[in-house]
């Protein structure tokens, strides 16, 4: 399946004094690439709770290698790296929009949870959940 990158401009209020964007903003970031990758599975989270499976993170690892600035255009690659039953890990990449130029690395890792906030087997309870995540692993 080929995926869209996500593309955004950075705003005015995301930035500091120096027009850097402030480190706060990153999760919010990947979290947008995050939705915009599992509303191109079929799978927004909208739809993923109401069938009482809920996604918290349990880290976030961020790699700063070039400012981004007010007005910059980026695009934020997600990409699945590791997936199990009941957790699951993203690699993200951001660039500077239409060049190769790596701004910016993180890493989220992800629980399955069920309505009541327990650990959920999600290979077992959501098979085809489950492989639509399986089908774009990054081997």
């Known amino acids: 399946m080929e995926l869209e990158t996500y593309v955004r ?50 880290e976030l690892h961020d790699y700063y290698i070039k400012s981004i600035t007010y007005g910059d255009v980026i695009e ?9 039953s009941v957790r699951f890990t993203l690699k993200y990449e951001i660039y500077r929009s239409g060049t190769d130029e790596l701004l910016h690395r993180a890493e989220t890792s992800h629980a399955f949870l069920d309505s009541e906030f327990k650990p959920m087997n999600l290979k077992k309870t959501y098979p085809d959940v489950y492989e639509k995540l399986e089908s774009i692993i990054d081997k």
């Open 9 to 58: 401009v950075i705003n005015y209020y995301e930035t500091d004094q120096m027009q850097v964007v402030h480190h706060s903003n990153y999760a919010r970031y990947l979290e947008e690439a995050r939705l915009h990758l599992m509303d191109q599975l079929g799978l927004p989270y909208n739809k993923l709770e109401e069938m009482g499976i809920i996604i918290p993170v349990l």
């Open 76 to 84: 934020i690659r997600p990409t699945v790296v590791k997936l199990s």
